[in-house]
């Protein structure tokens, strides 16, 4: 997907009303959501050592589940790992993968396992450096799935641009924790808000669609919700998350609220009454508003306010 991932639609308003009518029909059990991973808000990160939650977590409200052979696998267990992840995706799990960075010794093995598997919707390569790393991720992996470069150094952040045009490249993610640790910085917003916004620019650049914030560690979930909102204030479409309860909770805040819903479909219905006329400067980036939030109002079934 390029360009702006959220706006554009090519079909006819009235048609993308009357989706939104049927989306919004009220139904007795709301089952959880098939979100496109180019809009996805919270991505679970679940430890590969774990094999006894993996449907449990594939059956969670995260957007997106990657199992993670990376950083929560002690370097003893990570075949096991690796082997326990591969055999549950070839059994119909469907989820994607965190694999270990191209400059480790476990990358190659664990492409090599994972090459092939229907299921798998993508991986997460962790410590990105550089485009020739994604390309070479997804030439293994046969150049069909998608690969999510996590940015975890400065020296990956100073190429995020040329990373997010790379061929596979499909999302940028924010390794925070392990970038804060290479260069020294807090986890202050506004120390972060550097890393983040040359995210949200090179994905831009790259014509991906919005990065992934890194994880809230704190249990809090008042400081989930707060660090969520900056999050968005940044221009970032998604999140990882740590466990399975943040995960509503991230959605919650990355989503338009019903009351920016109702404002967009108003606009909508105010534009084509006049013919589509664009009136004075204003009109064609509220137009562009007015359609994310109608097309992401349709995905997670967020209804206008009365």
């Not at 070479?136 to 999510?148: E, I, N, Q, W, Y």
């Not at 100073?158 to 290479?182: K, N, P, T």
Request: with cysteine.
């Amino acid at each position: 997907m390029t360009g702006d991932p959220y706006g554009g639609d090519s079909r006819a308003i009235d048609d993308l009303d009357d989706e939104f009518a049927r989306a919004m029909r009220p139904t007795r059990r709301t089952p959880k959501l098939d979100v496109d991973p180019s809009i996805a808000r919270s991505w679970l990160l679940v430890p590969g050592t774990r094999a006894d939650i993996f449907d449990e977590m594939a059956r969670s409200r995260a957007d997106a589940v990657v199992l993670d052979i990376e950083d929560a696998v002690d370097p003893s267990n990570k075949p096991a790992a690796r082997a326990d992840v591969a055999a549950w995706l070839r059994a119909g799990g469907k989820a994607w993968v965190r694999v270990n960075d191209a400059a480790s010794p476990f990358w190659g093995d664990d492409l090599a396992a994972l090459a092939g598997i229907p299921t798998l919707q993508g991986v997460m390569l962790a410590k990105t450096e550089t485009p020739a790393q994604v390309t070479s991720t997804a030439d293994r992996l046969g150049g069909g799935v998608p690969v999510v470069a996590l940015i975890e150094s400065a020296l990956g952040l100073e190429d995020a641009a040329h990373i997010a045009r790379a061929q596979g490249a499909f999302r940028l993610a924010f390794g925070s924790g392990d970038f804060r640790r290479d260069t020294g910085m807090s986890a202050d917003a506004e120390a972060m808000a550097y890393p983040r916004a040359r995210l949200v620019v090179a994905s831009r650049v790259g014509g991906l669609p919005g990065p992934i914030d890194g994880p809230t560690v704190s249990s809090s979930m008042p400081t989930l919700r707060e660090q969520s909102a900056i999050t968005v204030s940044m221009g970032m479409t998604g999140k990882l998350c740590l466990t399975s309860d943040q995960a509503p909770v991230i959605n919650e805040v990355i989503c338009p609220t019903p009351s920016e819903v109702t404002w967009a479909l108003d606009f909508l219905e105010d534009f084509e009454s006049r013919g589509r006329v664009i009136r004075d400067g204003s009109d064609l980036p509220r137009l562009g508003r007015a359609q994310k939030i109608e097309k992401l109002a349709l995905a997670f079934g967020v209804h206008p306010s009365s």
